[in-house]
């Protein structure tokens, strides 16, 4: 018996084939794969390819594949999700949760907590001993999305333009932000946003840049960077106040939480300044790892999904 975890993110797609064990025997890696940014044809696609390569050599198709991603926990979303799954992987069991759960199955395998996860958007989610699950953020980049690798590059595109104008501060952004596109001027900025095929993941590429500037000192850097922190913290608090977890623990997940040690060393000192006695650490592995998880326990008629407090 063979499984498939998926974890499809904003910036990349990682699959894990793995055995009744849990061992994980192949491994592939795809570009984002989310459907609000790429849609539904591009989803496919990436799916087809990252499934395909990992189970290029079995004689049968896995017995479970569970997928995690972004907004599935909407109805019209899973369902779109689900269809997908059902064209590239036809004969197998099928699974599809939010992408906060398999990294906090990652980080807690069958226990509560919370999951911070920053990365093209974010999102706290949690559960409780009672199956419980809750979450805060995750209302995409035009609603929020604070601290996430997408707010961080526009806040830091807003100062570049701000200072141009004189309405606000010099700062280190500029000639990162500038070199970063290839151009001249501020001036320049236009056409690289606004006449090239936008995507989330173009603006969240500039987020590493303040981080960097962040660690040469820059004020704007380093504001922008502890309020993005604070925003994460305050999602993580929500959610243990919600779900009665007045400690956590406390996970971190996400590109932006390994781009950028301060974001990550921020989000804890707000969190444990607020509660002494919580334990922060950040997720050492892949999430897909906690959807294999998820995959296994279906496989064995074991799986329970956490409820929304409000469902």
Known sequence: MFVLGIDAGGTKTVCQLADRDGRVLAESRGPGANLQHAGEVQVERVLHRVIAEVTSGLSAPPTV?????????????????????????PHSQMIVVNDALIALEAGLPGAPGVVIIAGTGSIAYGRNREGRAARAGGWGYLLGDEGSGYWLGRQALRAVVRSADGRGPHTQLTARVLAHFGVARSQDLVREIYHRTFEPA??????????????????????????????????????????????????????????????????????????????????????????????????????????????
């Open 65 to 89: 594949v569970c997928l995690g991603m972004a907004g599935v926990d909407r109805a019209a979303d899973q369902s779109a999700a689900l269809a997908i799954l059902s064209r590239v992987a």
């Open 202 to 311: 173009t603006v969240a590429a500039i987020a590493p840049h303040v981080e960097a500037a962040a660690a040469e000192g820059d004020e704007i850097a380093l504001y922008l960077i502890d309020t993005g922190a604070r925003e994460l913290g305050l999602a993580a608090l929500s959610v243990c106040h919600m779900l009665r977890l007045s400690h956590g623990p406390v996970i971190l997940a996400g590109g932006m939480f390994k781009a950028a040690p301060r974001l990550r060393q921020r989000v804890a000192a707000h969190l444990t300044g607020r509660w002494p006695g919580m334990v922060v650490t950040p997720l050492l592995g892949e999430p897909a790892t906690g959807a294999v998880s998820l995959a296994l326990a279906a496989a064995s008629d074991a799986l329970v999904l956490p409820t929304y407090l409000d469902e």
